[in-house]
């Protein structure tokens, strides 16, 4: 089989040892000190487990992790169509172009504004050309989610390549092709598939011109699923399936004062604002200008009005000094916010993000894999402080470590007596880990998307709810003081 990744490597193996050992745990706690988890995030919390032996389930996971969900994940934007005219829509389309004839749009059964579409693959037949074209990691996990090769992601194309030709499209896994490189790479790479050129390699690479646009048309793919990109741009937005449910979790209501502390590039953001029915306020951080610049441009895009978005680190949004008076603080006053502004607020904490599929190599070092749970309590704590009282905070994560998920709930918990997990809706995903400091109960009120739990003899919309990137959703509110 030409596609050479069996499962997702490391290139500090002290990482797959943390991440094994993490989610291998299955006994009771050891010991626990009162301040070890407070003090070695990350690092005292394996150390007081009992660890059992690698499982089959952990390198099932590494497997699955190099694989696209089969599942391309459509939000209709229910300011502006409804669900059926959307289906209907979006399958003429489809019915249109002829790479795209074999896809059926169906709807989602528990998710009103979410249409599904089945992809396939691999392709265990395919094989590659004489021509090769090697793009970056990101552009080839894109391929594998049904993209066309864009201009910024071609790092090196076979010298002789017209526009015209067919290609075979190489993933550079570890980011050590030199752009522009006119011989053979012959380092760490994987197919994705072919395609045909559409610009020449000297239009890419030597052209006195800024070129931008499509450089190579996938058509035949290692794995088929429907290039979406600018279709019906105003009335669809393409969502991973436990983002579109942070929405739904969250729920928040026309008039409402909604906090995204994390925001860009403003997917979560919107859907907010559609379920609101662009009525209320959502206000949206994030601490890169580039970033809140495209969270506008998906607002202009879809026509939201709600939206107010700062460039602002969250961690300092509350200020603890000032008096909340929700009338001038609503619609005037820019960040910090006084304690108690908002009714609801989402907190889709920056995260080691290994649960994204398809990924196929991961460059991060122990110390920075173990940096993320202290920003997340730092921002949960702001969280906590800015949600009035009867609130709703949601906590999500990207990721499959439980030192980012479960183990942050339970210190949420322990170390905030004024809010308690609340029971989701709708509830796609399975439960939390054990031993990782929540009971039964409260492992059942979370949601963990794992991508290893694909039932086969499942309907598709069930499948659906699987066959997803790795996830972490937990609910919590604010008690009313006595």
Not at 74 to 81: C, E, F, G, P, Q
Request: glycine residues 6%; hydrophobic residues 35%.
């Amino acid at each position: 089989m030409p596609y050479g990744v069996t499962k997702l490597t490391f290139s500090v193996p002290e990482v797959e040892d943390y991440l094994r050992n993490s989610l291998c745990i299955s006994k009771p706690l050891r010991k626990c000190t009162e301040n070890s988890v407070e003090d070695d995030i990350g690092v005292s919390s394996i150390a007081e487990h009992d660890l059992s032996d690698s499982t089959t389930g952990f390198d099932e996971l590494l497997k699955a992790l190099v694989t696209p969900p089969l599942y391309t994940i459509v939000r209709v934007n229910s300011l502006k169509t409804t669900i059926n005219d959307a289906q209907q829509e979006l399958q003429k389309i489809l019915k249109k172009e002829g790479r795209h004839h074999h896809f059926k749009v169906i709807q989602h059964d528990q998710l009103k504004d979410v249409l599904l579409i089945h992809g396939f693959g691999p392709d265990t037949d395919l094989l590659p050309v004489a021509k090769e074209i090697i793009v970056d990691s990101n552009c080839g996990a894109a391929i594998l989610r049904g993209a066309d090769i864009y201009v910024p992601g071609v790092m090196a194309a076979h010298p002789s390549m017209e526009s015209g030709d067919t290609v075979s499209v190489y993933a550079d896994l570890e980011g050590k092709c030199r752009k522009g490189l006119t011989k053979q790479y012959h380092g760490n790479k994987v197919f994705v598939g072919n395609g045909t050129a559409v610009l020449a390699r000297k239009d890419i690479f030597c052209s006195q011109e800024n070129v931008s646009g499509v450089a190579v048309h996938m058509t035949s793919p290692l794995f088929r699923c429907p290039s979406l990109g600018g279709v019906l741009p105003q009335l669809l937005f393409l969502q991973n399936l436990p983002s579109v449910v942070v929405g739904h979790v969250l729920d928040p209501q026309p008039g409402d004062v909604i906090l995204d502390m994390c925001a860009a590039p403003g997917g979560k953001t919107t859907h907010l604002a559609s379920l609101m029915r662009d009525e209320g306020v959502v206000i949206a951080f994030d601490k890169s200008e580039p970033k809140v610049a495209k969270l506008r441009a998906n607002c202009e895009k879809l026509c939201i009005q709600c939206v107010k978005s700062f460039v602002f680190d969250g961690v300092k949004s509350l200020d603890s000094e000032k008096h909340c008076n929700r009338e001038n603080t609503l619609l005037s006053a820019s960040p910090p916010y006084p304690c108690g502004t908002f009714d609801r607020i989402l907190l889709d904490a920056p995260c080691s993000a290994l649960g994204q599929r398809p990924q196929f190599f991961v460059r991060m070092t122990l110390k920075e894999l173990q940096s993320y749970p202290r920003l997340q309590r730092k921002l949960f704590t702001t969280a906590v402080g800015l949600l009035k009282e009867e609130g709703i905070l949601v906590y999500s994560t990207c990721t499959i470590t439980p030192q980012e998920n479960e183990e942050q709930v339970a210190w949420a918990l322990k170390s905030f007596p004024c809010v308690k997990l609340d029971k989701q809706t709708p509830h796609l995903g399975g439960p939390g880990l054990p031993n990782w400091g929540l009971s039964d109960d409260e492992c059942q009120l979370v949601q963990r998307f794992d991508p290893t739990k694909v039932n086969a003899m499942d309907t598709e919309r069930s499948q659906s709810n699987e066959d997803t990137i790795g996830f972490f959703i937990a609910k919590f509110i604010k008690k009313k003081s006595s």
